[in-house]
T-cell receptor, first 113, second 114 residues
Framework: TQLLEQSPQFLSIQEGENLTVYCNSS?????LQWYRQEPGEGPVLLVT?????EVKKLKRLTFQFGDARKDSSLHITAAQPGDTGLYLC?????????????FGKGTLLTVNP | DTGVSQDPRHKITKRGQNVTFRCDPI?????LYWYRQTLGQGPEFLTY????????KSRLLSDRFSAERPKGSFSTLEIQRTEQGDSAMYLC????????????FGSGTRLTVV
């Protein structure tokens, strides 16, 4: 069974602080995505990364895909209360189905005003 | 296009009853997926359609579960003889093309079995 580990599981910070969350696996991804999910809603896609070493930026969010395509990180600069939510990483495995996502358990982020 | 729509948003049912959920994907998307998410977990893959053909079913999808996409447009997921362990958020997603890029999820149906 291919597992996708996310850390930390919970993170509570003050507005204005920076944070990084991580997504790791022992297997190689063909592509990886980050989602944000609010309570009672479906996940909303933030970014898709495909190339090892790739860095993508979305306003205050920076996503990095590891060189070996086994890990990824999400860095948020100057966090705001609106960033509160569950951050999920999800990957399609290299050599597996290119349409099926395997999700981590997520990082529940709370940004306090 | 309003995105992926799911109906109902919430369903409370008694153990042993049958329930059916509906998903309307983005109109031009030919691929449709069902996932299940329980508390504290990420979504887990249940099944996948390309047009009207169901091409993959997870082992999570027991015999009590059936999914259809009769005309390659909307899809239904039926659970027969519901059990308390079926309580979860059922998420539908759709995409166009051969990769995970472009996945769009609906808001989900929250099922509670009492």
């Amino acid at each position: 069974t291919q597992l996708l580990e996310q850390s930390p599981q919970f993170l509570s910070i003050q507005e204005g602080e920076n944070l990084t969350v991580y997504c790791n696996s022992s297997s190689v991804f063909s592509s990886l995505q980050w989602y944000r999910q609010e309570p009672g809603e479906g996940p909303v896609l933030l970014v898709t990364v495909v190339t090892g070493g790739e860095v993508k930026k979305l306003k205050r969010l920076t996503f990095q895909f590891g060189d070996a395509r086994k890990d990824s990180s999400l860095h948020i600069t100057a966090a705001q209360p609106g960033d509160t939510g569950l951050y999920l990483c999800a990957g399609a495995w290299s050599g597996g189905s290119n349409y099926k996502l395997t999700f981590g358990k997520g990082t529940l982020l709370t940004v306090n005003p | 296009d309003t995105g992926v729509s799911q109906d109902p948003r919430h369903k409370i049912t008694k153990r042993g009853q049958n329930v059916t959920f509906r998903c309307d994907p983005i109109s031009e998307h030919n691929r449709l997926y069902w996932y299940r998410q329980t508390l504290g977990q990420g979504p887990e893959f249940l099944t996948y359609f390309q047009n009207e053909a169901q091409l993959e079913k997870s082992r999570l999808l027991s015999d009590r579960f059936s999914a259809e996409r009769p005309k390659g447009s909307f899809s239904t997921l039926e659970i027969q003889r519901t059990e308390q362990g079926d309580s979860a958020m059922y998420l539908c997603a759709s995409s166009l093309g051969a990769s995970i890029d472009g996945y769009t999820f609906g808001s989900g149906t929250r099922l509670t079995v009492v």
